[in-house]
């Protein structure tokens, strides 16, 4: 009882504006984002959307099973997190992949999250009408989500209570799910790590946890413009990849090309390249694959495959690794495929369907892709390829730091070796942590074996 009673003292208290940091930081230009991407507006559709969410969890819940006690608990709330933890995790001694938003043996409760946080409407409402001007305009897409916040973290420390785990690893350091989570390990004092499952961009807040595992110098040097604080960073390339090191694409020209598309993408822009793709390269096979949290336009782009004779790549049955092994080339707008292709070269093309030149995660200005703006310029470029694809795995040094060492392909022994060090500290056994060699004198370290 004194827990419950903690908890619910703790969850009255929240920051949920911090906790929902995409909405609930002004700089994230979260109202500006395209509507693929935004939850449907206004107050009715937002408890419509909670009390069907309820409903839904509610027949779920009958199937949860219970994680094991002592776990080293993999917390993911998408697919993309999950496939980039899995296979790592799969190797980590008793380790347990639990979260939500996808298939997985093990689920958060989350019905009883929705429950539990009915009692806090007069938290939320108080909240309402202290927020300022842009907080205020994000209740009419968050609002179901903001109270959920309270109820996930009441559920949240009963769950993590009950499996009471050795260390807590998270691939997110920004979805509300993921935050709320590892707020409650570091109440709870258990160890967290963060590991990235994609390329971090500069609007990502600060690190707030005991570890992390980047991929590489360009991602420790964002998060220390933000700020490490008292985390500390090792340097170990990325270990979702690792199990794909026999699908390096060794095609001297390109034969198959991968659109990819996501929610940041308009639609007409698309079109406008797969109908320019179809009248300048006929004999060119072609696979349209969207992001696969792109869920609301999922048939739209089976649609358009199917309008321009292309094949369709699920995202929900196959991940990208899959996908990138059965082409050449991939053309993106704003996503993190490109590092992904480049690493396996699968030759990698920016084409700016936002109309924005986002480049949030540096890849233009870092030489991993080349821009295009222009579809018949694109079609060029393509017609270069098909006779000649130069490599390109190099471009991704920046990015993923074992590229080009002894240790390449070998991210995830890597990261094992430190998890299981950080768990074993927790019940009191001696670790590996000495014999890794600094990178610099402060907090930032590297994981080299001497």
């Given at each position: 009882?004194?827990?419950?009673?903690?908890?619910?003292?703790?969850?009255?208290?929240?920051?949920?504006?911090?906790?929902?940091?995409?909405?609930?930081?002004?700089?994230?230009?979260?109202?500006?984002?395209?509507?693929a991407i935004l939850p449907r507006r206004g107050l009715l559709?937002?408890?419509?959307?909670?009390?069907?969410?309820?409903?839904?969890?509610?027949?779920?819940?009958?199937?949860?099973?219970?994680?094991?006690?002592?776990?080293?608990?993999?917390?993911?709330?998408?697919?993309?997190?999950?496939?980039?933890?899995?296979?790592?995790?799969?190797?980590?001694?008793?380790?347990?992949?639990?979260?939500?938003?996808?298939?997985?043996?093990?689920?958060?409760?989350?019905?009883?999250?929705?429950?539990?946080?009915?009692?806090?409407?007069?938290?939320?409402?108080?909240?309402?009408?202290?927020?300022?001007?842009?907080?205020?305009?994000?209740?009419?897409?968050?609002?179901?989500?903001?109270?959920?916040?309270?109820?996930?973290?009441?559920?949240?420390?009963?769950?993590?209570?009950?499996?009471?785990?050795?260390?807590?690893?998270?691939?997110?350091?920004?979805?509300?799910?993921n935050r709320v989570m590892t707020k409650i390990a570091s109440?709870?004092?258990?160890?967290?790590?963060?590991?990235?499952?994609?390329?971090?961009?500069?609007?990502?807040?600060?690190?707030?946890?005991?570890?992390?595992?980047?991929?590489?110098?360009?991602?420790?040097?964002?998060?220390?413009?933000?700020?490490?604080?008292k985390t500390r960073v090792y340097l170990i390339g990325m270990?979702?990849?690792?199990?794909?090191?026999?699908?390096?694409?060794?095609?001297?020209?390109?034969?198959?090309?991968?659109?990819?598309?996501?929610?940041?993408?308009?639609?007409?822009?698309?079109?406008?390249?797969?109908?320019?793709?179809?009248?300048?390269?006929?004999?060119?096979?072609?696979?349209?694959?969207?992001?696969?949290?792109?869920?609301?336009?999922?048939?739209?782009?089976?649609?358009?495959?199917?309008?321009?004779?292309?094949?369709?790549?699920?995202?929900?049955?196959?991940?990208?690794?899959?996908?990138?092994?059965?082409?050449?080339?991939?053309?993106?707008?704003?996503?993190?495929?490109?590092?992904?292709?480049?690493?396996?070269?699968?030759?990698?093309?920016?084409?700016?369907?936002?109309?924005?030149?986002?480049?949030?995660?540096?890849?233009?200005?870092?030489?991993?892709?080349?821009?295009?703006?222009?579809?018949?310029?694109?079609?060029?470029?393509?017609?270069?390829?098909?006779?000649?694809?130069?490599?390109?795995?190099?471009?991704?040094?920046?990015?993923?730091?074992?590229?080009?060492?002894?240790?390449?392909?070998?991210?995830?022994?890597?990261?094992?070796?430190?998890?299981?060090?950080?768990?074993?500290?927790?019940?009191?056994?001696?670790?590996?942590?000495?014999?890794?060699?600094?990178?610099?004198?402060?907090?930032?370290?590297?994981?080299?074996?001497?």
């Amino acid at each position: 009882m004194v827990i419950i009673f903690k908890s619910i003292v703790q969850a009255a208290k929240l920051d949920i504006f911090d906790l929902n940091y995409l909405a609930g930081t002004e700089s994230c230009k979260f109202l500006d984002n395209s509507p693929a991407i935004l939850p449907r507006r206004g107050l009715l559709v937002r408890i419509c959307a909670y009390a069907v969410h309820l409903l839904q969890e509610m027949r779920k819940t009958l199937f949860i099973k219970r994680v094991p006690e002592g776990a080293t608990l993999f917390f993911v709330s998408t697919r993309n997190q999950k496939d980039a933890v899995l296979n790592l995790a799969r190797s980590v001694d008793k380790a347990v992949v639990a979260g939500e938003g996808c298939e997985l043996e093990f689920y958060f409760p989350l019905f009883w999250a929705y429950l539990v946080a009915l009692p806090f409407l007069p938290c939320l409402f108080l909240r309402y009408l202290k927020a300022g001007k842009y907080h205020r305009k994000t209740f009419s897409f968050m609002a179901d989500i903001y109270l959920l916040t309270y109820g996930y973290h009441v559920v949240g420390r009963l769950w993590m209570e009950k499996i009471q785990p050795l260390c807590f690893v998270t691939a997110n350091d920004h979805y509300i799910y993921n935050r709320v989570m590892t707020k409650i390990a570091s109440e709870m004092q258990v160890p967290t790590v963060y590991l990235q499952h994609a390329s971090v961009t500069e609007k990502f807040p600060p690190l707030s946890f005991d570890y992390a595992l980047l991929e590489g110098q360009d991602a420790l040097q964002k998060y220390e413009k933000k700020g490490l604080g008292k985390t500390r960073v090792y340097l170990i390339g990325m270990p979702k990849a690792d199990a794909y090191a026999g699908s390096v694409n060794r095609n001297p020209a390109v034969g198959r090309l991968g659109i990819c598309c996501n929610m940041l993408d308009d639609e007409n822009a698309i079109k406008g390249l797969c109908r320019e793709i179809a009248a300048r390269l006929p004999g060119l096979a072609v696979i349209l694959r969207p992001h696969p949290s792109d869920k609301r336009r999922f048939s739209q782009w089976k649609n358009i495959s199917a309008a321009y004779g292309m094949e369709y790549s699920d995202p929900l049955s196959e991940n990208a690794f899959g996908f990138l092994g059965r082409v050449d080339t991939v053309v993106a707008g704003e996503s993190n495929i490109h590092l992904e292709a480049a690493l396996l070269e699968v030759y990698p093309l920016y084409f700016d369907f936002s109309g924005r030149a986002l480049d949030w995660y540096g890849f233009m200005r870092n030489g991993v892709v080349e821009y295009f703006s222009d579809a018949e310029f694109f079609c060029r470029k393509i017609l270069l390829l098909v006779k000649e694809k130069p490599s390109v795995r190099q471009r991704c040094k920046f990015y993923c730091h074992t590229v080009g060492t002894p240790y390449e392909w070998q991210s995830s022994l890597l990261a094992k070796d430190l998890i299981e060090s950080i768990a074993a500290r927790r019940i009191g056994q001696e670790g590996q942590e000495a014999s890794w060699r600094p990178l610099t004198p402060t907090t930032v370290q590297v994981f080299q074996p001497d």
